[in-house]
C-alpha cells in the first residue's frame, strides 16, 4: 500500500538516476494539478476556469494536501475552454520549472542557519483523461487510447 509517493518505485528511481538530487532531502519534489471547472455551477454557461495547481510532496503524508501547502499557480480563465492551446498559457510556468530544475534557486534555511542552491522536480501530474489529453498531446479515443496498453488496447 502506498502511504506518500515518497515509498513508490518513481520517487526510488529518480533517487538512483539522480544521485546529488536524491541526497538532499531539502530539493522540492512537486506534483501539478490540473482540471477545467464552471464557477458558476450552470453547465449551459460559455465561461471556463482551469486551476493549475502544485503540490509539495517532501512534506508528510498529513501535510501534502493541506489547503495552505498547495500552491495556486495560476487560473485559466476565458469564454471557452482552452482545451489544446493550454500550452500557451503554461508556456511560462514550464520555463519557470525548467530554470528550477536546471539552476535551482538560492534559498536560506533557517534551520540549519545555512544558504543551498535548491533545485525543484516536477515529478508527477495529477489529472483526469481529457485533461491529460490536452496537457501532453496523448490521444485519450480510438484505438489506442489506453496509456499503459497503447498498441495492444483491446478496441472489440
Not at 518505485?9 to 522540492?28: M, P, T, V
Not at 490536452?134 to 499503459?148: E, F, R, T, V
Amino acid at each position: 500500500m502506498l502511504h506518500h509517493p515518497a515509498n513508490s518505485s518513481q520517487w526510488k528511481k529518480i533517487d538512483r538516476l539522480f544521485l546529488d538530487f536524491g541526497k538532499e532531502a531539502r530539493n522540492l519534489r512537486l506534483g501539478l494539478a490540473s482540471d477545467g471547472m464552471n464557477p458558476y455551477g450552470s453547465l449551459s454557461t460559455q465561461h471556463s476556469s482551469w486551476l493549475v495547481l502544485l503540490v509539495i510532496y517532501n512534506l508528510p503524508p498529513w501535510l501534502c494536501m493541506e489547503l495552505k501547502y498547495i500552491m495556486l499557480s495560476m487560473m485559466i480563465s476565458g469564454p471557452r475552454q482552452s482545451g489544446n492551446d493550454i500550452n500557451v498559457y503554461l508556456s511560462s510556468l514550464i520555463e519557470d520549472l525548467t530554470k528550477l530544475w536546471d539552476e535551482g534557486v538560492l534559498v536560506f534555511d533557517g534551520f540549519q542557519n545555512e544558504t543551498f542552491q535548491m533545485p525543484t522536480m516536477l515529478f508527477c501530474t495529477i489529472n483526469d483523461f481529457p485533461v491529460y489529453e490536452n496537457l501532453s498531446g496523448y490521444s485519450i479515443k480510438g484505438h489506442h487510447a489506453c496509456l499503459i496498453c497503447e498498441e495492444d488496447t483491446s478496441y472489440i
